[in-house]
């Protein structure tokens, strides 16, 4: 069904940040086409779910083609499907390496890609790319090498996009989040956490939330890496 609704695509969107994401969006009057490996179906007639790995260009395919024959459009784009490894470097394995690859980086392209050539016909829309402040705040307490690499490479790609697409209406920012609490920091390890931002707290979801929703309506910002990562990037 074709609609004059907006409509956003989010990926990595099952839980945590993601799923705020999508439900900040239906709030807005968004439709949202959702992914994930493991999403579940939803029974919001405004969300269509399409399960699948985003490093693999056929899912990102999917996503794309589905939505556009459900919603008609696709206005807004959040890469927020990402894969966190923190370790030495020497003890980074072979699959660890392949691993981020393909979700932060591949996965980053096939959709980007796609979703900004259907944007590129109504000549407007908008993509988010979920980085880290790691990408700007290396830490040595929080070894993380492979998540600067392509976390990193998506940050450099999102002024390289903004620029190359300012011209036909398409807007491309990046939010770099400091540590959230989400499902996958076990609440023993908060305290710690919390020590690692000059604010001395950890970031909560709605403030990730808040900033895609900030970069949604400003209109004028593009090119952004928008971090809110309570402090870390200014330094300690």
């Known amino acids: 069904m074709a609609t004059n609704q907006k409509v956003a695509v989010v990926t990595g969107a099952s839980q945590g940040i993601g799923a705020a994401l999508v439900k900040a969006y239906r709030d807005r009057n968004y ?63 072979e699959q660890d390496f392949q691993s981020l690859l393909s979700t932060n980086v591949a996965g980053f392209f096939h959709i980007s890609q796609l979703a900004i050539a259907d944007m590129e016909k109504r000549g407007s829309g908008h993509v988010v790319n979920i980085t880290t402040s790691l990408v700007d705040n290396a830490n040595s307490h929080v070894p993380s090498v492979l998540a600067s690499l392509t976390k990193g490479g998506v940050d450099a790609a999102t002024r390289s996009l903004a620029i190359e697409y300012a011209k036909r209406g398409i807007r491309v920012n990046a939010v770099a989040p400091g540590i ?5 920091h076990a609440v023993e390890t908060h305290a710690a956490l919390a020590g690692l931002h000059p604010v001395a707290r950890m ?9 895609v929703m900030f970069l949604e309506k400003a209109g004028f910002v593009t090119g952004e890496t928008l971090h809110v990562d309570g402090g870390q990037a200014a330094g300690h």
């Open 31 to 93: 439709l949202v086409v959702a992914n994930s490996r493991s999403i579940g179906p939803s029974l919001d007639d405004g969300v269509l779910v399409v399960p699948g790995d985003i490093g693999d260009r056929a899912v990102a395919e999917r996503i794309v083609s589905q939505g556009i024959a459900r919603f008609g459009r696709i206005d807004t784009l959040v890469n927020n499907a990402g894969i966190f490894v923190a370790k030495p470097f020497t003890q980074y394995t």
């Open 180 to 184: 959230i609490k989400t499902p996958m």
């Open 203 to 211: 970031g909560e979801i709605s403030d990730i939330v808040d900033a």
